[in-house]
């Protein structure tokens, strides 16, 4: 007997390419997938040529789609204030191919000062000299370049009560 995303039974059946199918569609319903993601989640289920065919099939019929992934995935990154770098970083290890991630990357590129400063007000409300440090570490782990910082923190024109 199969559960319900496709598993081995405790007699050690396979399952098909239809139950594949199936349980890749109930995955999507949650959110966007890449491919290799599916891949990985589903493996353990069929041989690889089934599960391809079951991928492959899903691509064809416009269920999955890396294009989709990667925007999606980059919309959701962008709202939680993360910077070029480490999205970047996060879709390689989805398994998304070069090329998309560098059309994503070279977009959100050219935003990148607007997210960092938004990101920055946000955590650092009544910033200080004195965290400059800190702030510059917080950017620089949400993925923001050295650049980017050091125009955020020393942006001329912010009023005194922002410590410039």
Sequence with gaps: MRSRLGQRSSDG???TEAELYSAALRLLGRREYS????????SGRADDATLDAALGRLVADGYQ???RFVESFVRSRQLRGQGPARIEAELRQRGCA?????????????QGLELARAAFEK?????????Y?????????RGF?????HRVLRTPGQD????E
């Design 13 to 15: 059946e396979r399952a």
């Design 35 to 42: 491919r290799w993601e599916l891949h990985r989640k589903l």
């Design 65 to 67: 789609s890396d294009e």
């Design 98 to 110: 070069k090329a998309l991630i560098d059309h994503a990357v070279a977009e959100i590129s050219e």
């Design 123 to 131: 955590r650092f409300p009544s910033y200080r000299r004195e965290d």
């Design 133 to 141: 440090a800190r702030a510059g570490r917080f950017l620089a782990g």
């Design 145 to 149: 370049s050295a650049d980017v910082i």
């Design 160 to 163: 005194s009560a922002r410590g």
